[in-house]
């Protein structure tokens, strides 16, 4: 699996960024979703842990494939990922989510935590 909770630099929000994400591909095939709505419990290069309402079909065999959407330091972010995990939790469901990025966007991703951390 893909998801590394080992990596070295994850951010956990106090107050959740909001986020907005769209399914592209379900069971290997091309789709285009409603957009749902999200929170990001948690940032790394790498991935987020986010909680949204809905109960998508997670399953390791056959990934869901979303872009996700989100603002950090008023720079917008937009994401292809997939999810890798699923919990239940009250009346929300968490997803651990891997993003497919480039080493400069990661980089960029851990610049912008760093700011993020000064201003909070």
Do not use: C
């Amino acid at each position: 699996m893909r998801y590394n909770r080992q990596e070295g630099f994850r951010f956990s929000f106090k107050k959740p960024l909001e986020a907005a994400f769209r399914i592209y591909e379900l069971h290997g095939r091309e789709v285009n979703s409603q957009p749902g709505k999200a929170l990001m419990h948690d940032l790394s290069p790498s991935g987020t842990k986010m909680s949204s309402k809905l109960n998508l079909p997670v399953s390791n065999e056959d990934p869901v494939k979303i872009h996700l959407q989100f603002m950090l330091n008023e720079l917008v972010y937009e994401m292809k990922a997939e999810l890798v995990w699923k919990r239940a939790g009250g009346n929300e469901f968490y997803y651990g989510v891997h993003f497919y990025a480039s080493e400069d966007v990661k980089e960029d991703i851990v610049k912008q935590l760093k700011q993020y951390v000064k201003t909070v």
